[in-house]
């Protein structure tokens, strides 16, 4: 359910940027790097729980 809440909270943030969002870099910057950053982090804290380093 994570998944689905960070989706969901990104999806809040792309619409209330939209309106400013003028290049094809801040649309990256904005509503792409946000989420890519959000499941890199998941899948650490997975690993490290896996491993049992946490």
């Known amino acids: 359910m994570e998944s689905e809440d960070s989706v969901s909270q990104i999806a809040a943030k792309a619409k209330e940027l939209k309106p400013s969002i003028e290049t094809e870099k801040?649309?990256?910057?904005?509503?792409?790097?946000?989420?890519?950053?959000t499941n890199q982090a998941q899948r650490s804290r997975y690993n490290r729980i896996a491993l049992g380093t946490m």
């Open 26 to 37: 801040a649309t990256k910057n904005a509503f792409i790097m946000p989420f890519i950053l």
